[in-house]
Structures are given as C-alpha cells and as structure tokens.
C-alpha cells in the first residue's frame, strides 16, 4: 500500500499562494492516479482536484483557475498550487492515492493532512 505525506500548508493573506506536496512511498506511484481533498471544520471531505496516471487534471468548479495539480512520477510526488486563496479555501487538505477508470475512484489511502488557513 503507498504511504502519502502531505506538506506545505501554512497560514496565508487572502490573494496569497501556497504549493502543497504529497510524497508516495511503498508502491508504484506512476500506476496510481492522484487527488487533493479538503475538510472544513463541519463540513464533509470533499474533492478539490485529481490528475490521472497520464497527466490530465480535473477540478472542482470552486478552484478552477485557480489551483493547479501536477505529479513528478520521478520523484513520486503531486503537487497543487494554490493561487489567488479565499477566506473560504481554509481547510485541511488531503492527498488520495486512486484510480481513474473513465471517472475518479478514490482509495482508503489517505495522508495524515496538511492544514491551510487563508486570513488576515
């Protein structure tokens, strides 16, 4: 099973930027496809982006043209760049080691989570 470590949250101004990384051990990475996730206190996890095995992403409509999500099957990591935060971006933000199959499947595999506070 791939183990994931996320980093990179940290608190940010509204309009600020911040890249996430997810480092995957313990499997074969390249095989996986990859998904970002967040949680608001009181809210359900939810979706906020996944890139397939090939490269091709997909976003929730609250963070197009916005976030990016990229993999670097080198180093076995996916990133997301965070640009242009929200007040409403705060959250913890999770990685998913899944597959897509025609639409995205998440596994149980998830990393412990790396919290991202945008205020001022």
């Known amino acids: 099973q791939v183990q994931l470590v996320e980093s990179g949250g940290g608190l940010v101004q509204p309009g600020g930027s911040l890249r996430l990384s997810c480092a995957a051990s313990?499997?074969?990475?390249?095989?996986?496809?990859m998904g970002w996730y967040r949680q608001a206190p009181g809210k359900e996890r939810e979706l906020v982006a996944h890139i397939t095995r090939g490269g091709s992403p997909s976003y929730a409509d609250s963070v197009k043209g916005r976030f990016t999500i990229s993999r670097d099957n080198a180093k076995n990591t996916v990133y997301l760049q965070m640009n242009s935060l929200k007040p409403e971006d705060t959250a913890v933000y999770y990685c998913?080691?899944?597959?897509?199959?025609?639409?995205?499947?998440?596994?149980?595999?998830w990393g412990q989570g790396t919290q991202v506070t945008v205020s001022s």
């Open positions: 313990g499997g074969i990475f390249s095989l996986n496809a």
């Open positions: 998913n080691a899944g597959i897509y199959s025609s639409r995205w499947y998440p596994s149980d595999n």
